[in-house]
């Protein structure tokens, strides 16, 4: 089991910055990637960025260049730093953990999300 809890989101102006961080706690030795999810009103949940436990990074397009996630694990923390932000990246931001056990059983979970809203 893991528990995934979020900070930083809130109400920025187009241009700005914010920084997003997802703590994991419990089974976390056997997390093999964490992820941010971000879900707009009215659309699916897309991915944001990703990263593996040997630091192997994945970004969308769309955050290319903007979007930096990173991983602290001694804080057992992941971070989503997000700067030139724009009203398009409104949406609420979920934290995803991919958890392998030993014996390859795999399971997913899910943050409660947090909501970032950019104004124009």
């Known amino acids: 089991q893991v528990r995934l809890v979020e900070s930083g989101g809130g109400l920025v102006q187009a241009g700005g910055s914010l920084r997003l961080s997802c703590t994991a706690s419990?089974?976390?030795?056997?997390?093999?990637?964490m992820a941010w999810y971000r879900q707009a009103p009215g659309k699916q949940r897309e991915l944001v960025a990703s990263?593996?436990?040997?630091?192997?990074?994945n970004s969308a397009l769309s955050v290319k260049g903007r979007f930096t996630i990173s991983r602290e694990n001694a804080k057992n923390t992941v971070s989503l730093h997000m700067n030139s932000l724009k009203p398009e990246d409104t949406a609420v931001y979920y934290c995803?953990?991919?958890?392998?056990?030993?014996?390859?059983?795999?399971?997913?979970?899910w943050g409660q999300g947090t909501q970032v809203t950019v104004s124009s």
């Open positions: 419990g089974s976390i030795f056997s997390i093999r990637a």
């Open positions: 990263i593996t436990s040997d630091d192997s990074t």
């Open positions: 995803y953990a991919r958890h392998v056990t030993s014996w390859g059983s795999e399971s997913s979970y």
